[in-house]
């Protein structure tokens, strides 16, 4: 029976638990619904214009978390210590726990030292697994990561039972609670930030070193291990005043998200540490304001929406690294090889049977791969440019189809007699090799070949067997 | 607290269970370098939850398993797309995608229509419910839990037995394992549905932190005990088991032997404080690890710790024998032992090398007039010297020959490679310089006594 009695006492603080996670998850909108009635467009003009106190301070200690977060977090992209920052926020849980369970309350200040502490514990933890043989870089952030939180969910599980009902508060530190944020808190994170960005403006060239080419830097002098420290140290701090706002889960996303983001928009680090400042910014003003119009919208968990947002729009629009401008860029060379491999085979056509010769269509489509679509889209393509003349049934190469024709033949057998002679390769199997090669030769490096290969006319002959060729 | 076996024998067989399929994939993704994988598995799963919550509006098993399963193994592929077409390193773009699912699915159980007043916290996805489980099983009957974990840990065992060889290959070496063709893609895709699979059902019960341990800790564990593969997975196994059953006995037992009683006002008497059962496994598995890492016999620090300081006695000492061989050669046959510690420097590493020089017999100390311990070579000590000295001379007309070194720079080198020259290397280099009887500074090499050789 007492173990009856006891049970009840285990289930009912759970109980207790889900309404503080509910609480933890809570939201600015939610507590003005019902209360006041406004209209969205009030709500979001409000929400815009700042007026409510809860709402700016909120809105502006996100928004300044988020820049910090994203400035100091392109370094710990660049150096990849990126999962590092989730050990990291994952360790700090025993160390607030541990300070609430040494204070007997909850002080906010000095469970921001203990977390920063068991942070910095966990670290060096990771750091020194590593070294340890056998022990990889991921399991070892997946060590402390899972010993660490289990240890704080340890000392949470005693706490909960010393019946102080302070412990869904502490719970705030797992899941964030950006809508309970103080204006003390703002100002936290403000000064904080406000030191990041220092530090991350005046140790720009150091940390710009240590990112790209350490042993450079252990060469030059520069005091590595130092520059380290005081870049893990930033990291550290930002984590930890992050924890109030977004929660040790998510608080990882604002320093990988943003700065990955930023990657795809430039090579130059100046530029990327901007951009993932104002991504991570844009996020967190984005995120609370969102969550402070609609109702029952978790603020860290929108702001981590929002950067994920940002990320899908430029890994897909990027201009240069995006994935869409891959596509665009594939999808152009692959017709611009099916064009070039049209005008070949009817400048072979015409190499032996003389200028101008009519082509039966179905002959030529023989004579590649081409599918019955992509054939009829390529010789749509050759005639709307005026390369070639075609009635559906037979087909000649116009003047202009027959300059660019000559050209892409040449290119081809230039780089076959190239690999005949240079490297080595049998005649018979050269063929498929300029096949791919002929396409992206520059003007200058055919140049180069003609000179290498003392190769005067204007079409080289075919090296193959009379009758083997394409 | 009282240990009741129809309460508690259901949660360590639970524990246990969780910790052993956990462990028995873990072994791959550890040496696969995918640790990360189960982590932003078990986060990302949430959305998957509770989609299917809100999709089948029940908290059935089936479709909640279901449904996190498609996001577990979207996890991993949108991990890989991020990687190769986004060109982001492996460990961010787990970051990226597991921290926007999980933030997706926080907004979701807020959003959901009826799902605030459902239990589908976000504290049981990081806790679990053994508690539950045991009360389940409370007068006689099986809990659903308990066959979940059992099925899971069958189809564990079938998967790990059937692709054995395959698992194995495309763990150590992935490109072979194309080239013998078995599709490391599609394997590394199973692996990842197991992954998704063994999560799931064990976080129902034991939560995504115990998950995220078992699927690490144990294998590296025992990846720090043994070098063969079956090895290893029996010993993750051994690992996981014992973390789950100390984890329970500590989680119920461990505060009250601290002394840490509750003070919750519905009890009438005060009753000792219990942990919650999942994290006190979660650092049983962590305190293992950390044993496993100093006592280790072959990668512990402790064992390289001894190997490292008894190299370095045995440096120092040869480099004393040398400095006293020296010493007779100059005609001086008794040294003052401080000066010869100052002379090798390191000094508590000298006292214990001489203090093992003299228990082996190779040197001998006795009082000078001036009252000062002198030292000198013994007939065995000596014949040691000449090996080290040896090696020392001959190394250098070695690198006088072939390296083209100066003469002042021949010494520093030769101090060091004194130590690992063997008497068939000597001979070697006795054979390969001009003459093998003097070094490059005129002074004689001694002779290889082979057959008065003691290498105790």
Not at chain 2, 90 to 96: D, E, I, N
Not at chain 2, 236 to 248: E, N, R
Not at chain 2, 300 to 308: F, I
Not at chain 2, 356 to 363: E, S
Request: charge should be neutral.
């Amino acid at each position: 029976m007492l173990r009856i009695l006891h049970m009840r006492r285990v289930l009912f603080p759970a109980v207790v638990l889900f309404i503080g996670a509910g609480e933890a998850l809570g939201d600015v909108g939610g507590a003005m619904d019902g209360i006041l009635e406004i209209t969205t467009w009030g709500k979001i003009w409000r929400a815009l214009t700042l007026v409510d106190h809860t709402t700016r301070v909120v809105v502006i200690g996100t928004t300044v978390l988020g820049a910090a977060a994203g400035v100091v977090g392109t370094f710990a992209y660049l150096r990849k210590r990126a999962m590092l920052g989730d050990a990291l926020s994952h360790a700090t849980l025993p160390g607030i726990a541990l300070a609430f369970v040494i204070l007997g309350e909850k002080r906010l200040g000095w469970m921001t030292v203990g977390a920063a502490v068991t942070g910095v514990l966990g670290v060096l933890a990771v750091l020194g697994l590593r070294r340890v043989p056998r022990v990889k870089e991921d399991a070892a952030i997946g060590i402390v990561l899972s010993v660490f939180f289990g240890a704080g969910l340890v000392l949470m599980s005693l706490i909960q039972q010393m019946g102080s009902g302070e412990e869904a508060g502490l719970r705030s530190f797992i899941y964030g609670k950006a809508a309970a944020m103080l204006t003390n808190d703002a100002w936290l994170i403000g000064v904080s930030a406000g030191v990041v960005l220092v530090c991350c403006v005046l140790l720009f060239k150091e940390f710009r070193l240590i990112c790209f080419d350490q042993s450079y830097a252990s060469s030059q002098g520069w005091p590595v291990g130092l520059i380290d420290l005081l870049m893990m140290g930033l990291v550290v701090l930002t984590t930890v005043v992050g924890l109030q706002a977004v929660g040790m889960i998510l608080v990882v996303a604002l320093l990988i998200v943003p700065a990955a983001a930023a990657r795809f928009w430039t090579d130059r680090l100046g530029r990327m540490t901007v951009a993932a400042g104002v991504f991570g910014a844009l996020s967190g003003w984005l995120g609370s304001t969102i969550s402070a119009v609609l109702p029952r919208m978790p603020t860290g968990a929108v702001i981590v929406l929002c950067t994920g947002v940002l990320f899908l729009m430029s890994m897909i629009l990027s201009p240069h690294r995006g994935v869409l401008a891959g596509l665009i860029r594939r999808m152009r060379l692959a017709r611009r090889v099916a064009d070039q491999h049209l005008l070949r085979a009817l400048a072979e056509i015409e190499e032996s049977r003389g200028e101008g010769t009519r082509v039966e269509e179905s002959e030529l489509w023989k004579m590649r791969s081409w599918s019955a679509a992509g054939f009829s889209r390529v010789m749509g393509r050759g005639q709307r440019r005026g390369w070639i003349d075609g009635d559906g049934r037979q087909c000649r190469l116009t003047a202009t189809g027959r300059t660019l024709a000559k050209r892409v033949l040449t290119n081809h057998r230039l780089w076959e007699l190239y690999l005949i002679r240079y490297a080595d390769i049998a005649p018979s199997h050269v063929d498929r090799d300029a096949d791919e090669i002929e396409h992206i030769l520059s003007e200058g490096l055919v140049q180069e070949l003609r000179q290498a290969l003392a190769e005067e006319t204007t079409i080289p002959p075919s090296p193959h067997v009379a009758g083997v060729g394409i | 607290m009282v240990w009741e076996w129809s309460i508690d024998g259901w949660i360590l067989l639970a524990g246990v269970l969780s910790a052993c399929s956990c462990a028995l994939v873990g072994n791959f993704l550890v040496l696969r370098k995918l640790s990360l994988m189960g982590d932003a598995i078990s986060h990302a799963v949430l959305p998957g939850l509770v989609i299917a919550f809100i999709v089948t509006n029940s908290r059935a098993s089936l479709p909640m398993f279901v449904g996190a399963v498609i996001v577990g193994v979207l996890t991993a592929f949108l991990t890989q797309v991020i990687t190769r077409h986004g060109k982001v390193e492996h460990g961010a773009a787990m970051g990226v995608v597991f921290s926007i699912l999980f933030a997706f699915g926080l907004v979701l159980i807020r959003r959901a229509p009826g799902a605030d007043h459902v239990d589908l916290d976000p504290e049981c996805v990081l806790l679990g419910n053994m508690m539950q489980i045991g009360m389940a099983g409370f007068g006689g009957m099986f809990p659903t839990a308990i066959t979940n974990l059992l099925i899971v840990m069958a189809a564990n065992i079938l998967f790990v037995g059937l692709f054995y060889k395959e698992l194995r290959i495309c763990a150590f070496d992935p490109e072979l394992a194309t080239s013998l063709g078995i599709p490391a893609s599609v394997m590394h895709y199973a692996l990842m549905v197991m992954v998704a699979i063994t999560t799931i059902a064990s976080f129902e019960a034991v939560g995504s932190i115990l998950v995220i341990a078992m699927l690490i800790v144990p294998a590296v564990t025992a990846h720090l005990l043994a070098d063969r593969l079956g090895a290893m997975i029996f010993l993750s196994l051994i690992a996981a088991a014992v973390s789950a059953v100390m984890g329970h006995v500590l989680a119920m037992f461990g505060p009250g032997w601290l002394g840490m009683k509750t003070t919750v006002a519905s009890l009438a008497e005060t009753s000792p404080m219990t942990a919650e059962t999942s994290a006190m496994m979660a650092v049983v598995a962590g305190a293992l690890l950390l044993a496993a890492v100093l006592f280790s016999p072959e990668h512990g620090l402790l064992g390289r710790a001894y190997h490292r300081f008894a190299l370095a006695t045995r440096i120092v000492g040869q480099d004393v024998l040398g400095w006293l061989y020296r010493g007779q050669e100059a005609g001086k046959h008794v040294m003052m032992r401080t000066e010869v510690i100052r002379v090798i420097g390191r000094s508590w590493q000298s006292r214990w090398a001489l203090r093992r020089l003299q228990h082996q017999g190779l040197l001998d100390v006795e009082t000078h007039e001036s009252g000062e311990a002198g030292l000198r070579l013994t007939q065995r000590g000596r014949i040691q010297a000449e090996r080290v000295v040896g090696s020392h001379r001959l190394w250098e007309s070695y690198m006088s020959e072939h390296f083209d070194l100066a003469d002042d720079h021949l010494h520093e080198p030769a101090n060091r490679m004194e130590h690992f020259i063997t008497p068939e290397l000597q001979d070697e280099l006795r054979r390969d310089v001009p003459d093998a009887t003097r070094d490059p500074h005129g002074k004689p090499v001694p002779p290889l006594n082979d057959s008065l050789l003691d290498d105790s």
